[in-house]
DNA sequence: CGTGAAATATCATAGCA
DNA sequence: TGCTATGATATTTCACG
């Protein structure tokens, strides 16, 4: 990570963009063809990926696992409030939840909203079951996906 | 994709699983490499990838893209309820804006559930003034995010 | 499902523009 | 920042258990 730049000022030119989408599709293409499709040489590609690491840019690469394939069947987004003085412990229980896989902490009066993967509905009473007392919640089952998590570049 | 199992019949060995967790950690990870941790030859790893990727557990292999360097400082959370008759409109206005990442339809009083990356707060009205035809909103601002987007496996 | 071995392709580095 | 050249690695295929 650069310290003398503050993050903000990073400025990605067309080649990096392009890179960036061309990972965003496959995130294992050889630098080599990655070279060949913005028609530059393989070394110099290597170069531009290190820079949008070091930058971070480029905070890795992750492989995609598709929750339905593996039995989730199930989405499940769940805003908490948590009760006087249940913060910390509420914090705490939710990272001990598997199948609750994201959390925000967000303004309002919702004060944190999850997203869960479950297998069958029946498994999410007893996981709100186990933070009842520590927040009161409110659960929503998502019915499609309009935009899935796509690439802001 | 394997249509003559039911998605849910997959199952993971101990190997799969680290070489997921491997590959959640680098995706770009030589083969070779992964082979080495988990004690097998580079071909069988292959082989193994090629599976999870035909059986669809694997769905790619993507880059993971900061927004914060990029200068998106903000994460709003914007729950909208269509209007009577503009459900299709409002999903068609939503894919348009860039900053908006992710949206789920789901059951109960909000019909939507949006993620936007802001690199200013002062771009949230004019995105919300772009849909203040078809739905009704009601936006949170991500304060922290006490779990990171993790591995289901 | 797994392996070893060999052909092919890719990566990483150094030196130069 | 980028290129070429090169030695070290990695990938992929195949015959076989």
Not at 11 to 17: C, F, N, P, S
Not at 38 to 63: C, D, F, H, Q, W
Not at 69 to 89: D, N
Request: charged share 30%; glycine share 4%; proline share 5%.
């Amino acid at each position: 990570m650069r310290n003398d730049l503050r993050k903000s000022d990073i400025h990605l030119d067309g080649i990096d963009k392009r890179l960036i989408e061309l990972l965003y599709d496959n995130a294992r293409t050889p630098v080599s063809e990655l070279a060949r499709s913005v028609s530059m040489t393989a070394p110099s590609v290597n170069e531009r990926l290190k820079r949008l690491e070091e930058s971070g840019v480029i905070a890795g690469y992750r492989v995609d696992i598709d929750p339905l394939a593996l039995g989730y069947s199930l989405i499940a987004i769940v805003r908490m409030r948590q009760l006087p003085g249940k913060m910390h412990e509420l914090e705490a229980q939710i990272n001990l939840i598997p199948e609750l896989v994201e959390c925000d902490k967000v303004t309002g009066d919702d004060c944190y909203i999850a997203r869960l993967y479950l297998k069958n509905i029946s498994e999410l009473d007893p996981i709100l079951d186990s933070i009842s007392d520590l927040a009161d919640t409110n659960t929503s089952i998502v019915k499609s996906t309009p935009v899935k998590r796509r690439l802001l570049v």
